[in-house]
């Protein structure tokens, strides 16, 4: 993290002058919010484009607007919760933006961000960029370990920090207004390559008399002692050493991957999750990196600048 970032932080669950918030969108993940607000005590005015979703949290407080610009002018902090950028752009077209505070909790990447940013900056608008690290039943919820990675205005963050540290922790990762997806979309893509190894497992063992059940602790266990692992990895990075404290190298790991293949092969599973990154290990051994750790496959994907 930068000097910018600090440990995700929660507010208490309510605030001394209770915050207006004008919430677009009440899908799940936009009820969860609203509902959190709620009950801290926050007046919310809730807008959705399918408007029976909206009144369900009208029993609960919330006041229902008609249109996207009814919501917008009831209150200065505005909370985005849709389904990607185009719809913020529809949902915010016509709708008077000067003075308010921008929070879009929408999922997008970081150029969107950035030209959301510039979008909303030509509009009279303060502008925050978010990434929820959460889903649904997790927001609101005391000691879920939920939070939410913000980027943009450092100075829209501070003064409604205690408001959108209700539904969920905060994080706040910088000025620049992509880093919050970014941040987001590089946690995301981690998981997706863990789900992929877990899924292999699992179907190596699937034809066994293994039960599921039993091994997932295994598993659990074995991913929980290998994942402190990224911390050499980004000491690699910054020094841009990849020998640097190496425990088993690209040479021996190659080699290894021999006998994962074999024993997928034995058990009748398909290797296409695994081979797209062994075959980054073997261009990167063919290169004369056989001493190096993995990280430098990193160099495949994304060459340093210079």
């Known amino acids: ?15 001394a002058i209770p915050t207006p918030v004008t919430l677009l969108g009440a899908g799940a993940m936009g009820t969860a919010l609203a509902r959190a607000w709620l009950a801290a005590g ?17 029993a609960e407080g919330a006041v229902v607007a008609a249109s996207p610009a009814e919501a917008v002018a009831a209150g200065r902090l505005v909370v985005l919760c849709l389904l990607d950028d185009a719809s913020v752009g529809e949902a915010l077209d016509g709708a008077d933006l000067t003075g308010r505070d ?22 009279g608008a303060r502008f925050l960029d978010g990434g929820i690290m959460a889903v649904p039943p997790m927001i609101g919820a005391a000691d879920s370990g939920g939070y939410v990675f913000y980027s943009g205005s450092s100075e829209l963050f501070e003064e409604h920090r205690a408001t959108l540290a209700v539904p969920a922790g905060t994080e706040y990762v910088g000025a620049d207004p992509g880093f919050a997806a970014l941040h987001d979309v590089a946690l995301l893509s981690a998981m997706s390559g863990m789900f992929a190894g877990v899924l ?7 034809r066994e008399d293994i039960a599921p ?21 980004a000491a690699q990075l910054e ?16 080699a290894g991957n021999a006998t994962l293949l074999r024993t997928a092969e034995e058990q009748g599973v398909s290797p296409e999750l695994l081979t797209p990154y062994m075959s980054l290990m073997e261009r990167r051994l ?18 340093r600048k210079g």
Not at 200 to 206: G, K, Q, T
């Open 1 to 15: 993290m930068n000097d910018n970032t600090s440990s995700p932080t929660t507010a208490p669950v309510s605030t």
């Open 42 to 58: 926050h007046p919310v005015t809730v807008w959705n484009r399918t408007p029976v979703r909206a009144e369900r949290l009208a």
């Open 102 to 123: 921008l929070v879009n909790l929408t999922t997008g990447t970081p150029a969107e961000g950035r030209k959301r940013a510039a979008w909303a900056a030509e509009r």
């Open 200 to 206: 292999h497992a699992f179907a190596l063992i699937r």
């Open 213 to 233: 059940g039993d091994f997932a602790p295994l598993l659990v266990s074995w991913l929980g002692a290998m994942a402190p692992m990224a911390h050499q990895t």
């Open 239 to 254: 020094s841009g050493d990849f020998t640097k404290g190496v425990v088993s190298n690209l040479a021996m790991q190659v």
């Open 286 to 303: 063919a290169d004369g990196h056989g001493e190096e750790d993995t990280t430098g496959v990193v160099e495949l994907l994304a060459p």
